[in-house]
């Protein structure tokens, strides 16, 4: 399974952004899916996750409503809207595919994407 995800870049603090990512087979359609990131000299950590029916896994605390994950599965493409972005923010996003089809958490993934670069900076 491949993991496309695209839509980084650079944006100015309180800009939104919305990122993708899309499997390649549609092993992706029964199991939940999530983004991580990884900021430079920090550890990786969980931003959002959804279940393979569409409903909400959660969400990393420090997102406090700012961030929106959703998924089609038709289209095997798990989104995230980023709004009111701040510099904090940035860091290297990766899509994931988790082993079961609820729940997200970095121990029981079953692939990664390549990671997207988000860097919010005026």
């Known amino acids: 399974v491949q993991l496309q995800a695209c839509g980084g870049g650079l944006v100015q603090p309180g800009d939104s952004l919305r990122l993708s990512c899309r499997g390649s087979?549609?092993?992706?359609?029964?199991?939940?899916m999530g983004w991580f990131r990884q900021a430079p000299g920090k550890e990786r950590e969980f931003v959002a996750g959804v279940n393979w029916d569409g409903s909400i896994s959660g969400y990393g605390d420090f997102v406090k409503g700012r961030f929106t994950i959703s998924a089609d599965k038709d289209k095997n493409t798990v989104y995230l809207e980023m709004n009111s972005l701040k510099p904090e923010d940035t860091a290297v996003y990766y899509c994931?595919?988790?082993?079961?089809?609820?729940?997200?958490?970095?121990?029981?993934?079953?692939?990664w994407g390549q990671g997207t670069l988000v860097t919010v900076s005026s």
């Open positions: 994931a595919v988790a082993r079961s089809s609820f729940g997200v958490s970095s121990q029981r993934i079953a692939y």
């Open positions: 087979r549609r092993t992706s359609s029964n199991n939940a």
